[in-house]
């Protein structure tokens, strides 16, 4: 029996959280039997002595209570019914995701970016860059799709494979069909 594709969502309770769930449950509507894992991470260090336990367990509560909140919205706006998992947890964002990705033998990680450039990237960083960096496993970094600005290409590829293209031969294009081998013999492709 074959296991169900599983997707880790890096979930800030922020827009970009939100278009990082739009497209993990776009890509496991697509892929058939898909768990979904969304993350929550509160930066801070989980070693905490047991008088600030009760102010842990308060902020553990209303982090998950707003991330249900956040998650049943975004389902709902993008109208794919799918069973998704929430996690809560303390620590470095980049280390939770990866832990969580391990801890379920997860096999993509979709996290959103909030577009920083510059010293605001520099002073606060890039949890989406330094998960591409470092992860063991692909990573999708969402962004909303937004073309404004960006004109199209004047005349398409051809959809007949050997017909030069856009009146000159700059750009090649072809269709081909691959499927699975049913056979191999060697030496041959």
Do not use: N, W
Not at 6 to 23: H, N, Q, T
Not at 157 to 175: A, N
Request: charged share 25%; glycine share 10%.
């Amino acid at each position: 029996m074959e296991q169900a594709y599983r997707i880790v969502v890096g979930m800030d309770l922020e827009p970009s959280g939100d278009v990082a769930l739009e497209e993990a449950l776009r890509l496991g509507s697509r892929i058939g039997e898909c768990e979904l894992h969304t993350v929550h991470v509160i930066s801070g260090d989980p070693a905490v002595d047991l008088k600030a336990m009760d102010e842990m367990s308060r902020h553990l509560s209303r982090a998950m209570e707003r991330l249900r909140d956040r998650v049943e919205r975004t389902v709902d706006a993008v109208g794919i019914g799918q069973k998704v998992r929430l996690h809560v947890r303390f620590g470095d964002p980049v280390r939770v995701l990866q832990q969580v990705a391990v801890d379920y033998d997860a096999h993509l990680l979709v996290v959103g970016t909030h577009g920083r450039k510059g010293i605001e990237r520099l002073l606060l960083g890039s949890v989406a860059s330094d998960l591409v960096k470092v992860a063991r496993l692909p990573v999708v970094v969402a962004r909303p799709r937004d073309f404004s600005g960006l004109a199209r290409t004047p005349v398409p590829d051809d959809e007949r494979p050997g017909v030069p293209l856009h009146g000159g031969d700059q750009i090649v294009s072809d269709v081909i069909q691959i499927g699975p081998r049913s056979s191999h013999i060697s030496g041959l492709v």
